[in-house]
């Protein structure tokens, strides 16, 4: 087909995604990744619904990903004396297959990795569009030009921002910020409230996880020490186990910070230029990132196929086909169900976790939410065998 040179900007998931079903119908893929190296270990992602599993079986890495699964474990609420309040099920919080990110981006890059080029350590300055491709300059390597670019680079996409405008115009702070850290400390599987604030430790998604409520705080996102110092910030005061994960946090190897933020675009595409994954339609910790990633490269990278290349074409119907479907990352924010701002929501929050029927309610609601697209028959790639 046409337009068959292709840059991704981002090697987490959606970018290795959209990078193996284009190599298989033929494109010539370069993926550029601002980190140095593949990210490894991260939180736990998970998968939900027929849907997911249908295209994860089509990509041929499902047994993998079962392989390497984390299992998933409950989370018990409890009070700062540890009192039992309510559990939050395996089955809610992991899907119904979860993997770390780390290993889920290297099963992709793996599948990857001899059909298409990798670049580590560079990030893509400019994006300039003529009539026959797009004028790509780079941090360090030499410019080059591509037919069509995506954007796979997450929610503070450098892409999004090269090519639609500034941040501040498609992302929402949604009034809440997250933390992941390892603080070598032991618990099995507990999470503890505060009003605006969570704390938990041993579970699969982070060995240790917080989410807080917070006035937007100005801050390098590439400063770990600063980040660090946000959250220290946020916990002074804290009850149960809280000042023994803060004296720990200082000397944390892995580290991450971020906000709960929205993301919100009227055209996942301008041009030759296309979002794909949180960098289109992300809302942090919203539970359907993954899924969406997924489903979006295979749906974007079918519709390239089966326009025979024709961009136009293609972005049009992968928005008209996708936008339904990720709804669901513009559904409020996860920050006031993990971390509510007042002691009677955080009991309602776990009443609803003591209630069979409304547990039985939410399921279903996940399970419809992530299955409601008609995942559509694409030409069928000639080296998907390989």
Request: glycine fraction near 10%; aromatic fraction near 10%.
């Amino acid at each position: 087909m046409k337009n068959t040179t292709v840059l991704v900007s981002g090697a987490s998931i959606a970018g290795p995604a959209i990078a193996f079903w284009l190599a298989r119908y033929g494109c010539t893929v370069t993926v550029v990744e601002k980190a140095p190296q593949l990210r490894r270990g991260g939180q736990a992602v998970d998968f939900k619904s027929h849907t997911h599993r249908k295209v994860l079986e089509r990509m041929g890495i499902l047994d993998e990903i079962l392989r390497r699964q984390t299992g998933g474990q409950s989370l018990t609420m409890i009070d700062a004396d540890e009192k039992r309040l309510a559990v939050m099920p395996a089955e809610f919080i992991s899907g119904e297959v979860e993997i770390l990110r780390g290993d889920l981006s290297e099963i992709l890059y793996d599948r990857t990795k001899d059909d298409c080029e990798y670049v580590f350590g560079d990030s893509i300055t400019s994006l300039t569009e003529t009539a026959t491709g797009v004028q790509v300059t780079f941090e360090k390597s030499a410019p080059r030009t591509f037919d069509l670019v995506v954007g796979a680079d997450g929610i503070h996409s450098n892409v999004r921002r090269l090519a639609f405008g500034p941040e501040s115009s498609y992302v929402k702070f949604l009034g809440y910020y997250y933390a992941l850290a390892n603080l070598g400390i032991e618990g099995d599987g507990l999470m503890y409230n505060e009003p605006g604030r969570m704390v938990a430790i041993g579970g699969t998604k982070a060995p240790a996880f917080f989410v807080f409520g917070s006035p937007e705080v100005n801050y390098d996102r590439y400063d770990t020490d600063q980040q660090k110092a946000v959250l220290l910030r946020a916990y002074q005061g804290g009850r149960w186990r809280i000042p023994e994960m803060l004296a720990k946090v200082p000397a944390s190897p892995d580290f991450y910070l971020d906000s709960l933020s929205q993301v919100r675009m009227d055209s996942y595409a301008k041009g030759r230029i296309v979002l794909l994954g949180d960098a289109g339609y992300g809302n942090t910790l919203g539970g359907f990132g993954s899924g969406l990633a997924i489903v979006g490269a295979y749906v974007l990278a079918g519709e390239l196929a089966a326009a025979g290349g024709d961009h136009v074409a293609a972005f049009a119907n992968y928005e008209e086909k996708f936008r339904r479907y990720a709804k669901v990352a513009k559904l409020g924010s996860a920050g006031p169900f993990l971390a509510p701002r007042s002691r009677l929501r955080i009991w309602l929050r776990n009443l609803t976790f003591r209630s069979k029927i409304m547990m039985a309610m939410m399921m279903k609601m996940t399970d419809d939410f992530a299955s409601d697209i008609d995942l559509p028959e694409y030409p069928r790639p000639s080296l998907l065998a390989r």
